[in-house]
């Protein structure tokens, strides 16, 4: 599953992302890693970006970068 197909609310961990260095060093930087559990926590009109919350860190991803980040579902 990618972080696309998530909707306001959901939780999932990450499981792989399949970006490029500078991307993936970027995402990095904000505490988006592999094992890393995430809550969607809003979307633009169509999805354009997203709002994640990884910690305590609040983090807006185009959806193309979004595309490129596998995760999956935390049920609750």
Do not use: P
Not at 37 to 47: D, M, Q
Not at 59 to 72: F, G, L, T
């Amino acid at each position: 599953m990618i972080l696309t197909e998530l909707t306001k609310g959901d939780r999932a961990e990450i499981v792989k992302i399949n970006a490029d260095k500078a991307l993936r060093d970027r995402l990095n930087s904000f505490g988006v890693m592999r094992g890393e559990e995430l809550t969607v926590k809003g979307c633009s009109i169509a999805k354009q970006t997203m709002e994640i919350e990884v910690g305590s860190t609040l983090i807006a991803v185009r959806s193309d970068e979004a595309d490129k980040i596998e995760v999956e579902k935390i049920d609750a």
